[in-house]
Structure formats: structure tokens, C-alpha cells
């Protein structure tokens, strides 16, 4: 069994997980970061690009909105390859009750949020799409964000310090010494092997997982509520600033510009299960009833693709963060000395949002530093951090991109047609991820199979490209093509209407009856070739 010894162990591969571990890594710890599947797989990788400027929380949440807008000037600073400048703007319908308007000034002038009033005819001029009856607009500075990106970027900035990340590595148990958590065991998902790990520390940074974490480690809880929102892409990219409805936050009231598609969301219903991603029929129809509220043509667009993230929203005990709905808990975050429980040796950071990942791995960072008597200056805010080793995606920006292509000099054609992925590219991601990578770990690197056809024409050149880079047997090759297929075809289900189930039916048709992917059997059973 493989044995490593590091000063912290974290765990949880989202932004929270990733930021504590680079900035660990850059303070001079020896760390190591433990994910179960790949990084930006949870809740991180299932949000709605939204940088917040705090305005959503500037009346009833003032703590997260001031968070907000602080982390908000230093992501501009810090990582602006991830983050698309649009703007936003917080809009009031005829169905918005106008009296939110003066609270939500007082509230982002309480933030320090900037604001600008703009005329119903400015605001048009933005985003021609809204409906032209609108009341009231404000500028604010929202932004999109590509998390993805973002915890490439963390991951490779912590490697330049030393930080060694095991993903694909999910905690099976840990060790302790009387009170103390001395270490954890990980087992590798992808080979059955197994790791010890050995640490004089451990945060737990694993959202919505947290709870689980300390249900296995024994002796401390948390209580956390489980909150599904779902999002929804349009193939039309509807606008390009950020919209917001101007009232209290409720289901389906935002339209994000991400890449060449716009996602509306999302709904705040409380679940079981942090695994809990079951859309229903309901959730959908209401999204987009509430789209053509802000684009009365906004069923006109295909709906392209369903998917649900689950916000880990914690209950404190003392109830003051908590009320009877999931948007009213508070957006904020804590860190969880463990100790006061008769644990030691372990904290956990819980809440939060995807835009004050910095602040969290921050505070959590300084806390980890004075229980090991070492510490050291947070360099984070104002620390850039390098560009993914996959470079960067600006997919909105398609003339350009394939201008270059047509023009190449060594020209080998495309793979994904929908997002401009070469050969070359697919080729240089699979080498540097190793043979055991997933093609869906490859769609979160180069976009692959997130167009209109989501990955009808690629997935399966994708997988022919696979099998000669990394010499795989057939059966092994025919698993990856299967699973990606299917990941991708469980996001259309709640979909399938109209133009959407007309692209589903092709896709069936060129993986069930064509290539007859279905009637493979799995590997288990499959010859080696």
C-alpha cells in the first residue's frame, strides 16, 4: 500500500477544496488534495457561471452580499482568463413589485456594490431580447466565470508549490490517535488501489459531502441542508450582460451568457441526498415559463441541456443563519473547529459561494496555520493565477478560432465541429491526463460535446482518438464511449420536446442502431481485442 505524509490534508476537489489547497501550497505546507471523481465535479461544476457583484443578497443576506462584492474586485484581479466581463443588470417586470426597488439601493449602497440606474430604452439597448415593457433597471458588476477554468487554475498553481492532488481518490475511512484524526485511507476509483495518508491536519472542503465526512470520522456532526437548483442552457445566447429580476430571489429569476449558449436558473428545493440531481418535468416548465417573462420569445430557442447542482447550505446551531426556506439561510460561510467536540486534528469550512471560494480558503488557511503554530501571510488576493495547462476558451469568440483552423499550416480537422476541438488539442489533453482519463473529464477541459448536438457527431470520434493515443483494447474503449454517451444523454431527458427531441432522436439513432452501442456487452463480458 502506497503511504504518504503531508502537513494538511483536503479534501474536496471543488473551488473551496481547490482554493485551500493553493493557498496552503503557497504559504510553504506540504499538502495534498483528495477528490472522489474529478475536480469541479460537484457543486462547483454545476452552478450557473454567475460571478455575484452581491446585489442578489443586498436586502436580505448584507454579510454575503459585502463578501460578494469584495471577492468580486479581487477575481477580476486575480483570474481574469476565467471570468468574461459582462456585466449585469438587475431587471424590474410588470410582474416585480416595485417597492423591492429603494431597499435593494439602500442595501447595495450598505455593501459597497455600484450601481447605475439606467433608463428602460438603455437597458434595451443592452439586451434587445427583454421584453420592451420593462419598468426599471440598475447596473451592477456581475460577471461569468468558468468554474472549471478556475479550479484548473488553483490545482496548477498549488503543483508550483509542491501541492500533489489524487483524484479519483474518495476517503474511505481515517485514522485516530485517542482524539486525534492522525490520517485517512483513499482508495483510488479507477484501479482499487489504496492509499494511507498520514497529515498532521485535515479540512474538510467537500460541500454538500461535509456531513458525510463527519458522520464516517465519528464523534462530530454537522447539520447541513441539501438545496437542488437546476439550470437549463439555450442554444440562443439570449443576451450578453448578466439579468437579474428586481425582487426578493426566487426560482428561475437569472439568465447568464455562458460561452455561446445562455442558462437560466434555478430553483431552491430541499433534498435528501447531496447526490440528489432528479429533474422533473415541473422544474423544467417553470423555468421556462419564467424565462419568457424576461424574452417573451425565449421557448422559441432550443433548450439544449438540463443539469442540477446541490447548494450546501449549513445550519448552524444556533439557529441564526436559518429560516423556514432553503433561500433564506444565509449564503455565508464558517469554519468548523471539530475540536470543541472532542475531535481535533480536523476543521471543515461549510457555506459559502463559488465567488467567495479566495475568502473562504483564506479564513480557513489562517485558522489551519495557528493550530500548527505556523503562521504565514496570505498571498492570494493578490496573486494571479496561471492560465489552465489546456489554455484559454473564449467559445463565444468563434470567428477567430476558426479562422486560425481553416489556415493552419498542419491542419488535421475537427473532432467537435460544435466547439472547435481539434485533434491536436484532444490528442495533448489525453496525454497529459493519462490513459485511465474519462471522455467526460475531457468535455470539462475542452468543451467537448457541450454544443447543440451534445456530442451526436464527436463522441464517438472522440473515443477512436482515445484508443489510439493510449493503445486501449477495444472493450475498454467501446465502456468510455458508453458512459460518455449516456452522461450526456441523461441532461436531455427532461427535455425532450420539439427541436431537442428531434437532435435525441439522431443521437439514438447513431449510437443504439447504427453503431449498436447498446447491444455491447460490458466490459466484463466483452472480448480483448
Same mark, same amino acid.
Request: one cysteine or more; proline letters at 6%.
Given at each position: 500500500?502506497?503511504?504518504?505524509?503531508? @502537513?494538511?490534508?483536503?479534501?474536496?476537489?471543488?473551488?473551496?477544496?481547490?482554493? &485551500?489547497?493553493?493557498?496552503?501550497?503557497?504559504?510553504?505546507?506540504?499538502?495534498?488534495?483528495?477528490?472522489?471523481?474529478?475536480?469541479?465535479?460537484?457543486?462547483?461544476?454545476?452552478?450557473?457561471?454567475?460571478?455575484?457583484?452581491?446585489?442578489?443578497?443586498?436586502?436580505?443576506?448584507?454579510?454575503?452580499?459585502?463578501?460578494?462584492? $469584495?471577492?468580486?474586485?479581487?477575481?477580476?484581479?486575480?483570474?481574469?482568463?476565467?471570468?468574461?466581463?459582462?456585466?449585469?443588470?438587475?431587471?424590474? +417586470? !410588470?410582474?416585480?413589485?416595485?417597492?423591492?426597488?429603494?431597499?435593494?439601493?439602500?442595501?447595495?449602497?450598505?455593501?459597497?456594490?455600484?450601481?447605475? /440606474?439606467?433608463?428602460?430604452?438603455?437597458?434595451?439597448?443592452?439586451?434587445?431580447?427583454? @421584453?420592451?415593457?420593462?419598468? #426599471?433597471?440598475? =447596473? &451592477?458588476?456581475?460577471?461569468?466565470?468558468?468554474?472549471?477554468?478556475?479550479?484548473?487554475?488553483?490545482?496548477?498553481?498549488?503543483?508550483? +508549490?509542491?501541492?500533489?492532488?489524487?483524484?479519483?481518490?474518495?476517503?474511505?475511512? +481515517?485514522?485516530?490517535?485517542?482524539?486525534?484524526?492522525?490520517?485517512?485511507?483513499? $482508495?483510488?476509483?479507477? %484501479?482499487?488501489?489504496? &492509499?494511507?495518508?498520514?497529515?498532521?491536519?485535515?479540512?474538510?472542503?467537500?460541500?454538500?459531502?461535509?456531513?458525510?465526512?463527519?458522520?464516517?470520522?465519528?464523534?462530530?456532526?454537522?447539520?447541513?441542508?441539501?438545496?437542488?437548483?437546476?439550470?437549463?442552457?439555450?442554444?440562443?445566447?439570449?443576451?450578453? #450582460?448578466?439579468?437579474?429580476?428586481?425582487?426578493?430571489?426566487?426560482?428561475?429569476?437569472?439568465?447568464?451568457?455562458?460561452?455561446?449558449?445562455?442558462?437560466?436558473? #434555478?430553483?431552491?428545493?430541499?433534498?435528501?441526498?447531496?447526490?440528489?440531481? $432528479?429533474? %422533473?418535468?415541473?422544474?423544467? %416548465?417553470?423555468?421556462?415559463?419564467?424565462?419568457?417573462?424576461?424574452?417573451?420569445?425565449?421557448?422559441?430557442?432550443?433548450?439544449?441541456?438540463?443539469?442540477?447542482?446541490?447548494?450546501?447550505?449549513?445550519?448552524?446551531?444556533?439557529? @441564526?443563519?436559518?429560516?423556514?426556506?432553503?433561500?433564506?439561510?444565509? =449564503? %455565508?460561510?464558517?469554519?468548523? @473547529?471539530?475540536?470543541?467536540?472532542?475531535?481535533?486534528?480536523?476543521?471543515?469550512?461549510?457555506?459559502?459561494?463559488?465567488?467567495?471560494?479566495?475568502?473562504?480558503?483564506?479564513?480557513?488557511?489562517?485558522?489551519?496555520?495557528?493550530?500548527?503554530?505556523?503562521?504565514?501571510?496570505?498571498?492570494?488576493?493578490?496573486?494571479?493565477?496561471?492560465?489552465?495547462?489546456?489554455?484559454?476558451?473564449?467559445?463565444?469568440?468563434?470567428?477567430?478560432?476558426? /479562422?486560425?483552423?481553416?489556415?493552419?499550416?498542419?491542419? !488535421?480537422?475537427?473532432?467537435?465541429?460544435?466547439?472547435?476541438?481539434?485533434?491536436?488539442?484532444?490528442?495533448?489533453?489525453?496525454?497529459?491526463?493519462?490513459?485511465?482519463?474519462?471522455?467526460?473529464?475531457?468535455?470539462?477541459?475542452?468543451?467537448?460535446?457541450?454544443?447543440?448536438?451534445?456530442?451526436? +457527431?464527436?463522441?464517438?470520434?472522440?473515443?477512436?482518438?482515445?484508443?489510439?493515443?493510449?493503445?486501449?483494447?477495444?472493450?475498454?474503449?467501446?465502456?468510455?464511449?458508453?458512459?460518455?454517451?449516456?452522461?450526456?444523454?441523461?441532461?436531455?431527458?427532461?427535455?425532450?420536446?420539439?427541436?431537442?427531441?428531434?437532435?435525441?432522436?439522431?443521437?439514438?439513432?447513431?449510437? !443504439?442502431?447504427?453503431?449498436?452501442?447498446?447491444?455491447?456487452?460490458?466490459?466484463?463480458?466483452?472480448?480483448?481485442?
Amino acid at each position: 500500500m502506497q503511504s504518504i505524509t503531508c @502537513d494538511v490534508l483536503i479534501i474536496g476537489g471543488g473551488a473551496t477544496g481547490c482554493g &485551500v489547497f493553493f493557498d496552503l501550497a503557497q504559504r510553504g505546507f506540504r499538502v495534498v488534495l483528495a477528490e472522489m471523481n474529478d475536480i469541479g465535479t460537484g457543486t462547483s461544476g454545476r452552478y450557473h457561471g454567475l460571478l455575484h457583484s452581491g446585489g442578489r443578497y443586498a436586502v436580505r443576506d448584507p454579510e454575503s452580499a459585502k463578501e460578494c462584492a $469584495e471577492e468580486n474586485v479581487i477575481l477580476r484581479k486575480i483570474a481574469p482568463h476565467v471570468i468574461e466581463d459582462t456585466g449585469g443588470m438587475f431587471v424590474g +417586470f !410588470r410582474q416585480d413589485p416595485l417597492d423591492y426597488v429603494e431597499p435593494f439601493k439602500r442595501g447595495c449602497a450598505a455593501a459597497g456594490i455600484p450601481i447605475e /440606474d439606467l433608463k428602460p430604452a438603455e437597458a434595451l439597448k443592452l439586451a434587445p431580447a427583454l @421584453d420592451p415593457t420593462l419598468v #426599471t433597471a440598475i =447596473r &451592477v458588476p456581475d460577471g461569468s466565470l468558468d468554474s472549471f477554468d478556475l479550479v484548473h487554475s488553483l490545482v496548477e498553481g498549488a503543483a508550483q +508549490f509542491g501541492g500533489q492532488a489524487l483524484i479519483y481518490h474518495k476517503v474511505i475511512g +481515517f485514522e485516530r490517535t485517542n482524539d486525534m484524526v492522525t490520517g485517512a485511507l483513499l $482508495e483510488n476509483r479507477k %484501479t482499487g488501489d489504496q &492509499v494511507r495518508l498520514h497529515t498532521s491536519y485535515i479540512v474538510n472542503a467537500s460541500g454538500p459531502w461535509a456531513s458525510l465526512i463527519a458522520d464516517m470520522i465519528g464523534g462530530i456532526h454537522i447539520k447541513m441542508r441539501h438545496s437542488k437548483g437546476i439550470m437549463i442552457a439555450m442554444n440562443v445566447r439570449w443576451v450578453h #450582460t448578466i439579468i437579474n429580476r428586481l425582487k426578493p430571489p426566487s426560482d428561475g429569476d437569472i439568465l447568464v451568457p455562458v460561452g455561446t449558449v445562455c442558462v437560466i436558473g #434555478t430553483t431552491s428545493i430541499t433534498v435528501p441526498s447531496p447526490d440528489d440531481f $432528479e429533474i %422533473t418535468p415541473a422544474e423544467v %416548465t417553470q423555468m421556462l415559463d419564467e424565462g419568457e417573462i424576461m424574452i417573451p420569445a425565449f421557448r422559441q430557442a432550443r433548450a439544449l441541456r438540463t443539469w442540477a447542482g446541490v447548494r450546501p447550505l449549513y445550519e448552524s446551531p444556533k439557529g @441564526d443563519n436559518l429560516d423556514s426556506e432553503g433561500r433564506d439561510v444565509k =449564503r %455565508t460561510f464558517a469554519v468548523l @473547529d471539530h475540536a470543541e467536540e472532542g475531535v481535533g486534528g480536523i476543521a471543515s469550512i461549510v457555506g459559502g459561494k463559488l465567488t467567495t471560494y479566495r475568502q473562504m480558503a483564506e479564513r480557513i488557511s489562517d485558522f489551519v496555520g495557528g493550530k500548527l503554530g505556523r503562521m504565514r501571510p496570505c498571498l492570494t488576493a493578490t496573486t494571479v493565477l496561471p492560465i489552465p495547462a489546456h489554455g484559454l476558451r473564449r467559445y463565444h469568440a468563434l470567428p477567430k478560432r476558426q /479562422d486560425e483552423l481553416e489556415h493552419a499550416p498542419n491542419h !488535421r480537422g475537427l473532432i467537435c465541429e460544435c466547439e472547435i476541438v481539434t485533434r491536436p488539442q484532444l490528442e495533448d489533453a489525453i496525454k497529459k491526463a493519462g490513459p485511465t482519463v474519462k471522455l467526460d473529464d475531457l468535455r470539462r477541459d475542452l468543451r467537448l460535446g457541450m454544443g447543440p448536438c451534445q456530442a451526436g +457527431f464527436c463522441a464517438y470520434r472522440a473515443a477512436g482518438v482515445l484508443q489510439e493515443t493510449c493503445q486501449l483494447p477495444t472493450a475498454t474503449t467501446i465502456d468510455a464511449l458508453r458512459d460518455f454517451v449516456q452522461e450526456r444523454f441523461r441532461g436531455n431527458r427532461p427535455l425532450l420536446w420539439g427541436h431537442q427531441l428531434r437532435q435525441a432522436l439522431l443521437d439514438e439513432t447513431i449510437y !443504439r442502431r447504427s453503431l449498436g452501442l447498446a447491444a455491447v456487452p460490458e466490459q466484463a463480458e466483452a472480448p480483448q481485442t
